[in-house]
């Protein structure tokens, strides 16, 4: 069974860091590009980083470019999102989707891009 699990959300302060995984199960994330967006209350959806299942490329969103960095461990078939320096403005749940190949220029923030996606993990930034 294809899936996607995410995990490592909580509640951390302005400022600190945190750690997302995108746990895939029942298919090898190395074939897959892999992107993190997320969603706060009201809303729409939106893309935060991307990396491609061909060179490697990675995409961010320019509100968190320096600050988060997304990276893969193809042994444990997992993706992780790495967020420094947290801002208020980061508060939302965060997805990770999988996409069939590989990703190229804007098309990354394209939600209909990916194929596959998890449910979710909360992430909450305040003091």
């Known amino acids: 069974q294809v899936q996607l699990v995410e995990s490592g959300g909580g509640l951390v302060q302005p400022g600190g860091s945190l750690r997302l995984s995108c746990a895939a199960s029942g298919f090898t994330l190395d074939y897959y590009s892999i992107g993190w967006f997320r969603q706060a209350p009201g809303k729409e959806r939106e893309g935060v980083s991307c990396i491609s299942s061909s060179d490697g490329t990675t995409y961010y969103a320019d509100s968190v470019k320096g600050r988060f960095t997304i990276s893969r461990d193809n042994a444990k078939n997992t993706v992780y999102l790495q967020m420094n320096r947290v801002k208020p403005a980061d508060t939302a749940v965060y997805y990770c989707?999988?996409?069939?190949?590989?990703?190229?220029?804007?098309?990354?923030?394209?939600?209909?891009?990916?194929?596959?996606w998890g449910q979710g993990t909360q992430v909450t930034v305040s003091s």
């Open positions: 989707a999988a996409d069939n190949g590989p990703i190229w220029g804007s098309r990354w923030t394209e939600m209909d891009e990916y194929e596959y």
